[in-house]
């Protein structure tokens, strides 16, 4: 299973830390996105770690402002979150994905087999 923290309150321009621990798989093996759902929006992909190389992808409503990491020891992903803004609001999920889909189809949701619960991420302007 997943499980996210690390969400709470902050004020635009402010800062967060996501985490993601993983346990009862081979969490190395994986990788691992972290996704966002806003109130009455569709679920958005917006970043994914590799587990071969380390490699990042990012959604361009977050590029430049968001760092994914990983700590394959501790069977953890983090988000850093920096510059926030009030659209940032949303619950905000990590998944994991044995099988890299590709440059494109890595945001999907579909595309990841396990899910963890949300940790809610609110904005204030």
């Known amino acids: 299973q997943l499980q996210a923290s690390g969400g709470g309150l902050v004020q635009a321009g402010g800062s967060l830390r996501l985490s993601c621990v993983g346990s009862?798989?081979?969490?190395?093996?994986?990788?691992i996105g972290w996704f966002r759902q806003a109130p009455g929006k569709e679920r958005e992909g917006i970043s994914r770690?590799?587990?071969?190389?380390?490699?990042?992808y990012y959604a361009d409503s977050v590029k430049g402002r968001f760092t994914i990491s990983r700590d394959n020891a501790k069977n953890t992903v983090y988000l850093q979150m920096n510059s926030l803004k009030p659209e940032d609001t949303a619950v905000y999920y990590c998944?994991?994905?044995?099988?890299?889909?590709?440059?494109?189809?890595?945001?999907?949701?579909?595309?990841?087999?396990?899910w963890g619960q949300g940790t809610q991420v609110t904005v204030s302007s």
């Open positions: 770690i590799r587990s071969s190389d380390g490699s990042t």
């Open positions: 009862g798989f081979t969490f190395a093996d994986y990788d």
């Open positions: 998944a994991a994905d044995l099988t890299f889909p590709g440059t494109v189809r890595w945001s999907w949701a579909f595309e990841y087999e396990k």
